[in-house]
């Protein structure tokens, strides 16, 4: 009924179970690393697309802002060549076209 445990038949069997069972969970570590590193990687990457966005964004506020600068100087020529035919115009009485500091 019984059999008395054999040592020698026993321990093989367990070295083998313990070798497999050593094998899945280096392979579960090994996993679990590789999908660390892939999402440290894409986390660069979209972190990288994010600067990219916001640098592109800033280039082009910063270009609008310079046309529209160039636009207004352009305007304010116009207006300062209309001033300067309305000043002509205007009798001259010596008041605020110069500011005299002495320092």
């Not at 008395?4 to 069972?21: A, E, G, W, Y």
């Not at 979209?46 to 800033?58: D, F, G, L």
């Not at 270009?63 to 600068?69: F, P, T």
């Amino acid at each position: 009924m019984t059999h008395p445990i054999n040592p020698h038949t026993n321990l093989p069997m367990s070295l083998q179970v313990d070798k497999i069972h050593q094998i899945k969970q280096l392979h579960d570590v090994q996993q679990q690393g590789q999908l660390a590193q892939q999402n440290q990687v894409e986390e660069k990457q979209r972190q990288q697309k994010v600067n990219e966005n916001t640098e592109s964004e800033e280039a082009r506020i910063r270009d609008e802002e310079k046309e529209s600068n160039n636009n207004g100087r352009q305007g304010n020529k116009e207006q300062n060549n209309n001033s300067d035919n309305e000043d002509k115009h205007r009798p001259d009485d010596g008041k605020g076209f110069f500011i005299d500091v002495k320092v």
